[in-house]
């Protein structure tokens, strides 16, 4: 079965720093992949995505992400975090012709002012 | 806007009660969810359904079980609620997709419901 590690459970960053959170999963055959974010008290809502083409995917709040293929990771980026970005953040996949995702454990960013 | 609403935000219950959480969705969604989320693990799926009265077990079904009577609504049912059972549930839903592999349509989630089981 697919798995999907996030190694960062905890980071804290001051505003204006740059954010790298990990994401590597582990299937070999096509996937599709998911940043998910749930902000304090709020629905979990989808970040950016990444199907094909591309490897580079932008998505909102100044966001990207990288698929990797030869290192089965799709890092999450930003250059520069503001304080409104503190939230927990949800790498997934999804594999095959289905609609079950996988979901990472989980990173809780704190960004302080 | 797709909404998914869940009957409860907070529902406290005794060992062994039967326990009910229920999902609705608005935009015609043939996929349903539910997750549970705890802290250190993320979400994990405790059952699917992808048509009414439809069901395919996730990855942590035991303890519980679902209902879809009907395509809007999704039933989760604690049969005997447990103090182990404690957590946040999430519910969501999604279009079903279609050609395979490259095709996909975003879950979107409900506002959960944080259970206390005492």
């Known amino acids: 079965a697919q798995s999907v590690s996030q190694h960062n459970h905890h980071v804290i960053l001051s505003e204006a720093a740059s954010l790298e959170l990990g994401c590597n999963y582990s299937?070999?055959?096509?996937?599709?992949l998911f940043w998910y974010v749930q902000y304090p008290g709020q629905h979990l809502q989808l970040l950016l995505k990444?199907?094909?083409?591309?490897?580079l995917v932008k998505g909102i709040k100044g966001f990207e992400a990288e698929f990797i293929k030869s290192k089965f990771s799709f890092n999450l980026r930003k250059p520069s975090v503001q304080w409104s970005d503190t939230a927990e953040y949800f790498c997934?996949?999804?594999?095959?012709?289905?609609?079950?995702?996988?979901f990472g454990t989980g990173t809780q960013l704190k960004v302080e002012l | 806007d797709v909404k998914v609403t869940q009957s409860s935000r907070y529902l406290v219950k005794r060992t062994g009660e039967k326990v009910f959480l229920e999902c609705v969705q608005d935009?015609?969604?043939?996929?349903m969810f539910w997750y549970r989320q705890d802290p250190g693990l993320g979400l994990r799926l405790i059952y699917f359904?992808?048509?009414?009265?439809?069901?395919e077990k996730g990855d942590i079904p035991e303890g519980y079980s679902v209902s879809r009577e009907k395509k809007e609504r999704f039933s989760l049912i604690l049969e005997s609620a447990s103090t182990n059972q404690t957590s946040m549930y999430l519910c969501?839903?999604?279009?079903?997709?279609?050609?395979?592999?490259?095709?996909?349509?975003?879950?979107?989630f409900g506002p959960g419901t944080r259970l206390t089981v005492l």
């Open positions: 990444y199907f094909s083409g591309d490897p």
């Open positions: 359904s992808y048509d009414v009265k439809m069901k």
């Open positions: 299937y070999g055959g096509t996937v599709n």
């Open positions: 997934a996949v999804k594999t095959g012709g289905g609609n079950k995702l996988t």
């Open positions: 935009m015609d969604h043939e996929n």
């Open positions: 969501a839903s999604s279009l079903s997709g279609t050609g395979g592999a490259s095709s996909y349509n975003e879950q979107f």
